[in-house]
């Protein structure tokens, strides 16, 4: 038994994994160190949590319930293709729905304040803007972003079935 399968035995994971791991619990620190230093641990424990708990028990719920439905949806479309099973493609069509999905949701949570006109003082104050064009502008790239998936999956669709003729 050489060393390498006696760690992994003994930890579960390779070495890589504990360095990493190690090396996340250093960033963490480091933060947790700045935030104590500038006084607003408190008020970061107060986010950090309220954050956790509206995640967990309110956004994941959700958006594993659409999830899901969407996932049924176009699992049922699938079972219902007239293709041979030999033929139909492996990817699942709702990952054309899941990734612009995340990255539009994405945008979202980084640039909500402003997004939402939530910052609008203190924007105006430190860049002399408006927080107005940052709505349309999401909702620009959120349409863009779906319409290239529909685009590639129509391109994939197409491909297939010139594949499986």
Known sequence: MNGRSRWARAYGASPWHLLALALCFLVAGYAATRV???GIWLGFLGWFFGAVIIH????FPLYSAADFAAGSVTAHARRRSRRPARYRRRSAPINYLRVPAVFSGLLLLVWFP?????AEPNYRAAVGLSTLPYLTRWILITLVLFAASALLYVLRRLAAGRIGR
Do not use: H
């Not at 967990?56 to 956004?59: E, F, N, P, T």
């Open 36 to 38: 104590v230093e500038a």
């Open 114 to 118: 402003l997004i939402l006109r939530r």
């Open 56 to 59: 967990d028990l309110v956004l």
